[in-house]
């Protein structure tokens, strides 16, 4: 079993950041991959950003050049730096984990971008 307890979202202006985390706990492999997917009302759940253990990433073509996905494998955390934040980007953020032989998913964390 696989816990996974997100943080960092909140209510910030067009153009603001926020750094969102997401630690994860319980039975791990080292071999993984974790990353960050949001919803939007109405809209269907999308990949943002993933990282592998081995630290290759893959972004969003909507993101690109403005949020950085890293980690933190002695942690087991993994980061979500959002900059140049639109209202476009307002979603609930997932965090999820998954290795050779199961997935998990967080419980979301809001990102509201409104002035």
């Known amino acids: 079993q696989v816990q996974l307890v997100e943080s960092g979202g909140g209510l910030v202006q067009p153009g603001g950041s926020l750094r969102l985390s997401c630690a994860a706990s319980?039975?791990?492999?080292?071999?993984?991959?974790m990353g960050w997917y949001r919803q939007a009302p109405g809209k269907q759940r999308e990949l943002v950003a993933t990282?592998?253990?081995?630290?290759?990433?893959v972004y969003a073509d909507s993101v690109k050049g403005r949020f950085t996905i890293s980690r933190d494998n002695a942690k087991n955390t993994v980061y979500l730096q959002t900059n140049s934040l639109q209202p476009g980007d307002t979603a609930v953020y997932y965090c999820?984990?998954?290795?050779?032989?199961?997935?998990?998913w967080g419980q979301g964390t809001q990102v509201t971008v409104s002035s």
């Open positions: 999820k984990y998954v290795d050779w032989r199961r997935s998990y």
């Open positions: 319980g039975t791990l492999y080292s071999d993984n991959t």
């Open positions: 990282i592998t253990s081995g630290r290759n990433t």
